[in-house]
């Protein structure tokens, strides 16, 4: 089992940055993927980024060139920086992490959540 805390969000103004940290527990996670997601209201839950065992990252289209995904192995933490934010960001940000190292966009291929961090975007 793995246990993923996440924390870091807020209230910030367009145009500012933030730093999630996931915080994983239980297992380590150095060799598997590791994704951000995130769901606004009334809307699915949807990819954001993700990091894979060789540290090999992938983003969705809307956050490339804005949002960096890393990790620290030793910490067994997962980042994400997220620079040049946008009001269309505001979401509930979600740590997910797999079974396995290797990528995925689907929600459904991770088994294990955090409880969600709350990112808003003010105008």
């Known amino acids: 089992q793995v246990q993923l805390v996440e924390s870091g969000g807020g209230l910030v103004q367009a145009g500012g940055s933030l730093r999630l940290s996931c915080a994983a527990s239980g297992r380590t996670v150095s060799s598997r993927n590791m994704g951000w997601f995130r769901q606004a209201p009334g809307k699915e839950r949807e990819f954001v980024a993700g990091?894979?065992?060789?540290?090999?990252?992938y983003y969705a289209d809307s956050v490339k060139g804005r949002f960096i995904i890393s990790r620290d192995n030793a910490k067994n933490t997962v980042y994400l920086q997220m620079n040049s934010l946008k009001p269309e960001d505001t979401a509930v940000y979600y740590c997910a992490a797999r079974d396995t190292g290797s990528s995925s966009y689907t929600p459904g291929r991770y088994e294990y959540w955090g409880q969600g961090t709350q990112v808003t975007v003010s105008s």
């Open positions: 990091i894979t065992w060789g540290i090999s990252t």
